[in-house]
């Protein structure tokens, strides 16, 4: 028999989503150079391992990030036995949305709290000013911010499955984030552009995730099966 066949719906899926991630993490990694530049930006701090240097620069938290890939790959073996010891239904499904949620976004918010190199606290309000003069590199990153919760949210929130409630939410983290950026003097840019990218990568990686969104607004929630009652 074909093993491909024999696998269950929801283990099917849950590969995919596992694929589809990989393949973003690949696109995230090839958008900032060749591999062994990103091996060298990575390593670069443990040659002065200082506090500042592994929590407070893009390097630092780049490596703690990779570092911590096995543990929250852990996480999810563990949060998916616990749920399929009790009969929940997509156990593995529901356990790699959370960690991949908070795996993939929260890296990305520290490094936007971290401080600048601007004169003080800078707002702009313009949309598309700031746009004309980033990076490819700034553009990226700014898309890939709330990317991992538009992409896993709506597979572990069926209340947000849809692309204008995406919006909406990482719309609002991202507005969060740069009021943050401002009252903490941070030395950075607080940028209307940097709002309209982190919400369009949001939204465009909920689509990319799309197929499996009526799986999750059909009924896979996060409770037990029922047993059936036998008569007697």
Do not use: K
């Not at 911590?68 to 010891?85: G, I, N, Y």
């Not at 990568?201 to 009924?219: F, I, M, N, Y």
């Amino acid at each position: 028999m074909d093993h491909s066949t024999s696998l269950s719906a929801p283990a099917r899926r849950t590969r995919r989503i596992v694929i589809a991630a990989l393949a973003v993490l690949g696109a995230a990694i090839a958008a900032f150079g060749p591999v062994d530049t990103v091996l060298r930006m990575l390593f670069m701090p443990l040659r002065r391992p200082t506090w500042h240097v592994l929590f407070g620069t893009f390097n630092g938290v780049a490596l703690i990030t990779v570092a911590a890939l096995p543990l929250a790959a852990l996480a999810v073996w563990a949060l998916a036995r616990r749920r399929s010891a009790t009969g929940v239904t997509s156990a593995w499904r529901l356990s790699l949305a959370e960690v991949g949620i908070v795996y993939g976004t929260v890296p990305w918010v520290w490094i936007i709290l971290l401080p600048g190199d601007e004169d003080g606290a800078v707002v702009s309000l313009v949309p598309l000013r700031d746009l004309l003069m980033m990076e490819t590199s700034q553009i990226i990153g700014n898309l890939l911010v709330f990317a991992a919760l538009g992409f896993l949210a709506p597979l572990r929130f069926a209340a947000l499955a849809s692309v204008p409630r995406i919006l909406a939410l990482a719309g609002g983290c991202s507005v969060l984030v740069e009021t943050v950026q401002y009252v903490l003097r941070l030395d950075r840019v607080s940028s209307v552009d940097d709002v309209l990218l982190n919400t369009a990568g949001a939204g465009l990686a909920a689509l990319a995730s799309l197929p499996w969104w009526r799986v999750t607004a059909g009924g896979s929630s996060d409770r037990p099966r029922s047993v059936p009652v036998v008569p007697r």
